[in-house]
Structures are given as structure tokens and as C-alpha cells.
């Protein structure tokens, strides 16, 4: 990846991951931990891969991202206000009453392509945007990211065998591999073990990538670009709660707000992270 493109795209994730503290602390709940696991594959989506227009969010031949785990809203939220769909003080009314921001995705929100936050049916709607794509012969793109611990849906895995059946080629999921979700590690609530090979079972084409390195994020969406005849699975290797120390792979940041001083811990923590890289 070019060097100056690398070092702007860390430097947007830095300011994602703020935003995230930002939102979830102004509404004293929400999802931390698996907001910040997906933020620099946000941001290289938003920043560097699809084709997306702030000045018209409904644009027709846009790219369209599905957030399968809609509870992740505050990683979404934030990258789309980085992005200029929406200002950035929207974030702290996050989940208030009468606020734009709920909990989960909602799609009259500017950059919101479809509601979400029932696990396991987003990539059924992600599927259907993919094959109308096909019928109409539209060149647009769909994304939809969802969790390790939501793939243990069994709706999950219909979607799946209809994206290989209809060789929905368009269409790229990405699976948020960090190993915790509410109730404890995956492998011992309901192990989806082994990912990739299901995936690949199922009639995908599948690519492992590291989730917090844009090298290895770039090499992964290029890769998927190449593919035809068959969906594409990116099964990406993350940690919960990146980028805030008390918070990485801590289940028990999966749905819980930061007090007054651990918002100040992790802003602090967050700021020095973006001085140096703009250093």
C-alpha cells in the first residue's frame, strides 16, 4: 500500500475509534468493544474502497455496506460522520431520545443502507441487494460484516448457501473474528470452529486477513475484487476492543459504556495514538 494513503487511513481509524468512545460515553451504554475491532476495516471501506457520495447517500449505483451485527452501530456511526455523511457532533447524542443515532443502524440515517441489529439477518439482506444488483445488471457492490459469535445463527448459514447458489459474486462478507462475544469466548458459548472451512463448504470463496493492518486489509479486498462466479468470505483476525488498552480482549467490554475516568483514559490514550501518527 502507498505509504501516505496508509498513514491517512490510520490516522481516520484513530479518529473513528474516538468517535466510538465519544458516542457510547455521552449515552452511558452501547457496544465498545466490537465497534472498535472493526474500525480500520471500516474506514478502509469507506476511505479507500467503495464508491459512496456524502452529497447524495442515496445514489443509485452506490456501494452498500450491511452491519449484520447491528449492535457495532457507534464503529458505523463514526466512520460514516468521518466521512462527511453527517457532522461529528451527531455522535454525542448517540442512543438519546429524539436523537438520529439509535442503538443499532437505522436506515433513514444519512450513509445507512439498512437497518439492522437482529443477529444473523443482515447478510439475508445483503444477499437480496446483491442478486437485485444481478437482475437489473448494476454495477454496485454490497458489503455486510458481521460477528464471530452472530455466525452461530442458523439464518447465517441459509444466506450462505443462497449467495453460492445464485454465484453472487458481488457480494463480500466479512466475518469479525476476535474470539469473545457477550457471554465469553465463541469456542466455549457455540464454537462456529472451523470458519474458513465452512465457508469454504458452503461455496465461497474465502481469504484470512489481519484486521488491524492495512497491508494485509488492502492485499484481502483486493483479492476479493478478483473473484468471479462465487461470493466472497474475508474471515478477518481482530481484537476486541483495539486501540484501548483496559478494553482489548475484555468480554466484558462488549456492551458496556466507560465511566467519566475511563473515557478520559481512552480519549487520552486515543490522542496520543493520533499525535504520534501525525507527528
Not at 234 to 245: L, P, T, W
Request: glycine share 8%; hydrophobic share 40%; aromatic share 8%.
Amino acid at each position: 500500500m502507498d505509504a501516505t494513503l496508509k498513514k491517512q487511513l490510520e490516522i481516520t481509524a484513530c479518529k473513528v475509534r474516538m468517535g466510538i468512545i465519544e458516542g457510547v460515553h455521552s449515552a452511558k451504554s452501547g457496544h465498545p468493544g466490537g465497534s472498535l475491532s472493526i474500525a480500520d476495516t471500516l474506514t478502509y471501506l469507506y476511505f479507500a474502497k467503495m464508491n459512496v457520495y456524502p452529497d447524495k447517500p442515496e445514489e443509485p449505483q452506490r456501494d452498500r455496506l450491511v452491519l449484520s451485527k447491528g449492535h457495532t452501530a457507534p464503529a458505523l456511526y463514526s466512520t460514516l460522520a468521518q466521512r462527511g455523511f453527517f457532522p461529528e457532533e451527531e455522535l454525542k447524542s448517540l442512543r438519546h431520545i429524539g436523537a438520529m443515532l439509535q442503538g443499532h443502524p437505522c436506515i433513514h440515517i444519512p450513509g445507512v443502507d439498512m437497518s439492522s441489529g437482529s443477529l444473523g439477518q443482515g447478510i439475508s439482506a445483503a444477499c437480496g441487494m446483491a442478486l437485485s444488483a444481478k437482475v437489473s445488471s448494476d454495477t454496485y457492490k454490497v458489503y455486510t460484516i458481521l460477528g464471530d459469535g452472530e455466525i452461530e445463527e442458523g439464518q447465517v448459514w441459509e444466506a450462505a448457501m443462497f449467495a453460492a447458489h445464485y454465484k453472487l459474486d458481488n457480494l463480500v462478507a466479512i466475518v469479525d473474528n476476535n474470539g469473545l462475544q457477550i457471554d465469553g469466548k465463541i469456542e466455549d458459548v457455540m464454537s462456529p470452529y472451523p470458519i474458513v472451512d465452512k465457508f469454504k463448504a458452503f461455496g465461497w470463496h474465502v481469504i484470512e486477513m489481519d484486521a488491524h493492518d492495512f497491508d494485509s486489509i488492502e492485499a484481502a479486498f483486493n483479492e476479493a475484487e478478483s473473484v468471479s462466479g462465487q461470493p466472497v468470505a474475508i474471515i478477518q483476525k481482530s481484537v476486541k476492543g483495539k486501540g484501548v488498552s483496559f478494553m482489548e480482549n475484555n468480554v466484558s467490554w462488549h456492551g458496556s459504556a466507560p465511566n467519566d475516568e475511563q473515557y478520559e483514559q481512552a480519549m487520552g490514550e486515543l490522542k496520543a495514538a493520533l499525535a504520534a501518527l501525525e507527528a
